[in-house]
């Protein structure tokens, strides 16, 4: 078993009308202090465990790290280096995969360079669309050509490992619009895609405008659900076409270049999270830091752990990851084995999404069924309860 580390960096330099995660804009003063703050985290972490009462992370060897957020890229590559320095110092590494997200406006052949000095060899770029209107709408900082510039410059520093994130369902995404979004990812050929349908609930702008009945950030221009799903499928064909692997319900890999950080997500394996708002999990226990990145920085500054939820992982909670988390993979899970590690008998189940269509079951491994993903969730639902 090998271990995983996160660093959440929360900062971005405007506020996307569909984001719903814990990141915001906040004045660059803060940079420094919270890469301080994430350094002395790393330096003092198992102290910070033990006085938690968190059972000890293993000890073994670190070979992914993921710098997402927010906007890493946003950073001085100085204080990234200085992260995955402590890193170094503190723990067992041998770093096989170092991940930084990047948004293409940030990148520039000064920062590459640095980042592939400090250690990074993967670069995951929040591209989102090819359609300007559509970046414009969604309230990103970039157009289509600083996609096609920053791509260049990584390839250019030694970057072998891009990926591409793209947004089914943006505000005025039409079919012709998607496929030209796809067809021009597929002529730059990333090393690995990610396709992420648009989520809408209240914690976005343009979600609570929805659920509000308002017309604000492009709500009424927003495609419906069957276009979305039609979206999703016609980008499964067309990556599957030009090699594409799908290993995951949002995720597709050129063969070789899946995402190990990731993985290890979806196949329940330890990682430890730095930084505000960044979860944990130690293959017991489940924990996350607070989510301001200012009471983080003065709460580690303090000498104090800022963890806002902890909980231990049941045998029930347990079981229910195995399912929800390990089928989002496309291939599957060893069913005999969780069936037997939770004396559980979910065959009965199993067999009703089987006549239902929504998922094959070969004997030894169930799956979703390929062409029912886009409602992967009725089948969580059904094997849950
Ligand atoms: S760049 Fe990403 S994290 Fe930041 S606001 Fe936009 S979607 Fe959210």
């Avoid at 090998?2 to 660059?28: A, I």
């Avoid at 465990?49 to 957020?69: C, H, K, M, P």
């Avoid at 979600?207 to 979206?231: C, I, K, N, Q, W």
């Avoid at 996350?288 to 990145?293: S, V």
Wanted: net charge negative; aromatic share 10%; hydrophobic share 40%.
């Amino acid at each position: 078993m090998r271990l995983g580390m996160y660093v959440q960096v929360p900062f971005c330099q405007t506020k996307c009308t569909y984001c719903n995660f814990h990141t915001g804009v906040f004045s660059s003063d803060l940079y420094a202090p919270y890469v301080d703050a994430v350094c002395r985290e790393i330096a003092e972490y198992p102290r910070l465990l033990q006085e938690s009462r968190i059972a000890e992370v293993s000890n073994a060897e670190v070979d992914t790290v993921y710098f997402g957020g927010g906007t890493p890229s946003l950073l001085d590559p100085t204080g990234l280096a200085r992260i995955l320095e402590s890193m170094r110092a503190g723990f067992n590494c041998n770093f096989e995969e170092v991940t930084l997200e990047a948004d293409p406006e940030t990148i520039t052949h000064e920062k590459a360079a640095a980042w592939r000095k400090a250690g990074f060899n993967r670069i995951s770029m929040g591209v989102q669309s090819f359609q300007d209107n559509e970046l414009k709408a969604a309230g990103r900082m970039h157009r289509r050509d600083d996609v096609f510039r920053a791509t260049q410059v990584l390839r250019k520093t030694g970057f072998d490992n891009i990926s591409f994130d793209l947004i089914a369902g943006l505000p005025h995404q039409t079919h012709d619009s998607w496929d030209e979004s796809v067809a021009q990812l597929l002529s730059m050929r990333p090393d690995h895609v990610s396709i992420y349908l648009m989520e809408i609930d209240e914690s976005s702008r343009l979600g609570l405008e929805v659920l509000t009945g308002g017309t604000r950030y492009s709500a009424s221009a927003l495609p419906d659900d069957d276009s979305m799903a039609a979206f999703y499928d016609h980008a499964c064909a067309r990556l599957a076409d030009a090699g594409y692997v799908h290993y995951e319900i949002s995720n597709w890999a050129l063969p070789g270049f899946e995402s190990r950080h990731n993985l290890k997500y979806w196949q329940r394996q330890p990682y430890c999270g730095f930084g505000a708002g960044a979860h944990s999990f130690n293959g017991q226990q489940r924990w996350a830091n607070a989510h301001d990145p200012a009471a983080y920085v003065t709460a580690i500054r303090q000498g104090r752990f800022p963890i806002e939820q902890l909980a231990d992982v049941s045998r029930d909670d347990a079981l229910e990851e195995e399912l929800f988390l390990g089928l989002r993979q496309l291939a599957g899970i060893d069913l005999a084995r969780i069936e037997s590690e939770y004396n559980a008998n979910l065959q009965p189940r199993v067999e009703e999404l089987r006549a239902q269509g929504l998922v094959e079951w070969d004997g030894t491994r169930l799956r979703l069924a390929p062409d029912r993903l886009t409602v992967s969730n009725e089948v969580f639902v059904n094997l849950l309860t």
